[in-house]
């Protein structure tokens, strides 16, 4: 019953945004936290952001830092990656993960959506 499901990806220019949903169920949501990773052709799956439902603590890779924001809904179970001022080196599909903490590592995570494109093209 556990379910991951991204949306809001789509082909974007360079300097535009997105804004990319994660919507869980199967899950307990309190205690819980959301990563975004990417993965782009013949790349490895990178960490992108993470956010603790506890705490309401968030992590944010350094190549995203000052440009992506990452937020939570918890009435509608979903977690947003507010992603601004796009480059090409975004491009990739984003995947959102679920554990109890936030890891860098995606070894770690069980529970995957199963990915939105994003193409940051001119």
């Known amino acids: 019953q556990v379910q991951l499901v991204e949306s809001g990806g789509g082909l974007v220019q360079p300097g535009g945004s997105l804004r990319l949903s994660c919507a869980a169920s199967?899950?307990?949501?309190?205690?819980?936290?959301i990563a975004w990773f990417r993965q782009a052709p013949g790349k490895e799956r990178e960490g992108v952001s993470c956010?603790?439902?506890?705490?309401?603590?968030?992590y944010f890779a350094d190549s995203v830092k000052g440009r992506f924001t990452i937020s939570r809904d918890n009435a509608k179970n979903t977690v947003y990656l507010q992603m601004n001022n796009l480059k090409p080196e975004d491009t990739a599909v984003y995947y959102c993960?679920?554990?109890?903490?936030?890891?860098?590592?995606?070894?770690?995570?069980?529970?995957w959506g199963q990915g939105t494109q994003v193409t940051v093209s001119s």
């Open positions: 993960a679920a554990d109890k903490n936030c890891y860098q590592n995606p070894l770690l995570y069980d529970y």
């Open positions: 199967g899950f307990t949501w309190n205690n819980i936290g």
């Open positions: 956010i603790l439902d506890s705490g309401d603590r968030t």
